[in-house]
């Protein structure tokens, strides 16, 4: 049995590469976690999608851009250590897109 996990929220940056001959491209998304018990709002999540092959040609090719809307069926979530510029200790998590559907901020590119 597989673990799917859906996900959506608005990206925050783009970056795509060749890894070992396969075109990857991972989406930076920002997720609103919203209030705590308080009425505080909670800091947004963030979560880095990793699109494989011909899924993340078709991510560059449709040109997906900061502030655009995603949702994603996830699988294969992990969790990255890194250190902050300030050098706290920090997490990002990462998955493996298995579908989507993307939203454009602006469809007409005006």
């Known amino acids: 049995m597989s673990e799917i996990i859906h ?34 709002e909670r800091p947004t999540g963030w979560y880095t999608l990793e699109f494989w092959g011909e899924q993340a040609s078709k991510v560059i090719e449709q040109g997906v851009d900061k502030g655009d809307f995603i949702t994603a069926d996830l699988y294969a979530l992990r969790a990255d250590a890194y250190a902050t510029q300030d050098g706290k200790p920090a997490a990002t998590l990462r998955a493996r897109v298995s579908r989507y559907r993307l939203i454009k901020k602006n469809p007409t590119g005006a």
């Open 7 to 40: 996900i959506e929220g608005n990206v925050g940056g783009v970056r795509s590469n060749d890894v070992n001959g396969s075109k990857v491209c991972n989406v930076n998304i920002g997720c609103n976690r919203g209030k705590d018990k308080d009425g505080n």
